[in-house]
């Protein structure tokens, strides 16, 4: 985590119910692969279980992106249960169809699919929504051959893990240096690199003028059923299921991670700011132009509160909640100091301190008028404790 760097991790999932529930016999080649090979070269893997799905999670409501159907700078995306999408895919009629983002372990707790491995359990990201009783980011995706995901990070500038649980996928990865390279002067990310036809177009290179740049110091990977993928922070990428595929997947942030999270977290409160600078509103939330006849009324200039909802609306998350998050997270690694548990959680939370303390003290300079008097007020006793616990132990 420290380097920051992709890894493919093998030999996580042989113990995991989802291992060996949601697998079947392997299919026949022509069903894998209408030329006749099988996914690049490997062999041939188990299909889903389809049966063992609808008959315990048939009822679930789920979210199916139509992979064909461009929404913006995402998919289309349509609600149906899980009995719905899976008679579509039997029938035929699922191509680009992916179902996406089910929150399977939150939805069926007592079900117990699979365990976390080590590598990614400290994650501040699920600990406040477990705690805060919100939306978790543990998520289930399925789908049938050539369904993919367009270029994105993840959210929050978070680290993502995922795990084939069936089929072969392959991925895209930018390097974090090159991520302004992937952003044209709005903000908006490439959507699909390897549509030539869309990234030879003039209008493409005159708003992502160093992409070809960028491409060629993409990396690459094949995932193999059985095998974990770690995606870094700040990593763009694009995935494909090279074949019908099912996979668990997480994100998730840790002191490691904090300081490209904090830095996220501060570009996306500036450019709230900045997308409105100009405009004033009322206590309806009623836009109005600075400028206009409206200048000269008793209407106040935004203020905060503005500011947060639109920042929340475009990334999940407003300041008072990141204060939260943070401060939840502060008290938890200060427990795991303190009951002696395995030296490289100790180490883990070490660190965690170390980046707490500098976003803290940046906090309590900086956004005194970003956040409630409460929210500073929990600032502060963090870093309080925080400090006292280092004396402690020194």
């Known amino acids: 985590m420290a380097r920051n760097e992709p890894v493919i991790i093998k030999g996580l999932l042989e113990e995991w119910r989802a291992w060996k529930e949601w697998r079947s016999?392997?299919?026949?080649?022509?069903?894998?692969?209408?030329?006749?090979?099988?996914?690049?070269?490997?062999?041939?893997?188990?299909?889903i279980a389809f049966d063992h799905l609808r008959k315990n999670f048939g009822m679930s409501k789920v979210c199916v992106a139509q992979c064909n159907n461009k929404d913006f700078s995402d998919q289309k995306r349509v609600e149906m249960t899980l009995e719905e999408y899976i008679r579509c895919w039997q029938d035929g009629m699922a191509e680009g169809l992916y179902l996406k983002d089910w929150?399977?372990?939150?939805?069926?707790k007592s079900y117990k699919a699979y365990e976390v491995a080590d590598h990614f359990a400290d994650d501040w990201m699920n600990l406040y929504a477990d705690e805060t009783s919100t939306d978790d980011f543990r998520f289930c995706y399925m789908g049938p051959k050539g369904t993919w995901t367009p270029l994105h990070r993840d959210v929050y500038c978070s680290y993502s893990w995922s795990s084939n649980v069936v089929g072969f996928k392959y991925w895209i990865l930018f390097p974090e240096k090159y991520s302004r390279m992937l952003i044209d002067e709005n903000g908006n990310c490439v959507y699909d690199v390897t549509d030539s036809k869309y990234t030879a177009a003039?209008?493409?290179?005159?708003?992502?003028?160093?992409f070809q740049t960028a491409l060629s110091h993409c990396r690459v990977a094949f995932q193999s059923p059985g095998e974990t993928i770690f995606v870094p922070s700040g990593w763009y990428h694009q995935v494909y299921n090279v074949t019908d595929a099912i996979s668990?997947?997480?994100?998730?942030?840790?002191?490691?991670s904090l300081p490209r999270v904090w830095n996220h977290i501060k570009d996306e409160l500036k450019l709230a700011r900045q997308t409105l600078e100009g405009f004033t509103f009322d206590s309806f939330s009623s836009l109005v132009v600075t400028g206009s006849e409206s200048k000269s009324s008793s209407v106040p200039k935004i203020d905060n509160e503005a500011v947060q909802n639109l920042m929340t609306a475009n990334t999940g998350i407003g300041c008072e909640k990141f204060v939260s998050l943070l401060c939840l997270a502060a008290k938890h690694k200060i427990r795991c100091i303190e009951s002696q548990s395995e030296v490289w959680k100790v180490q883990s939370a070490k660190k965690a301190h170390v980046v707490l303390v500098s976003i803290f003290e940046e906090m309590i300079e900086g956004w005194s008028a970003v956040i409630s008097k409460e929210s500073m007020e929990k600032v502060v006793d963090s870093l309080v404790k925080i400090r006292n616990h280092a004396l402690r132990k020194k």
Not at 103 to 108: F, G, M, Q, R, V
């Open 25 to 47: 016999a392997p299919p026949q080649q022509e069903q894998l692969d209408r030329s006749g090979s099988s996914a690049h070269g490997r062999e041939l893997d188990a299909s």
């Open 103 to 108: 929150h399977l372990p939150k939805e069926y």
């Open 202 to 210: 003039k209008s493409f290179a005159e708003r992502f003028p160093r």
């Open 248 to 256: 668990i997947n997480h994100n998730w942030f840790n002191g490691w």
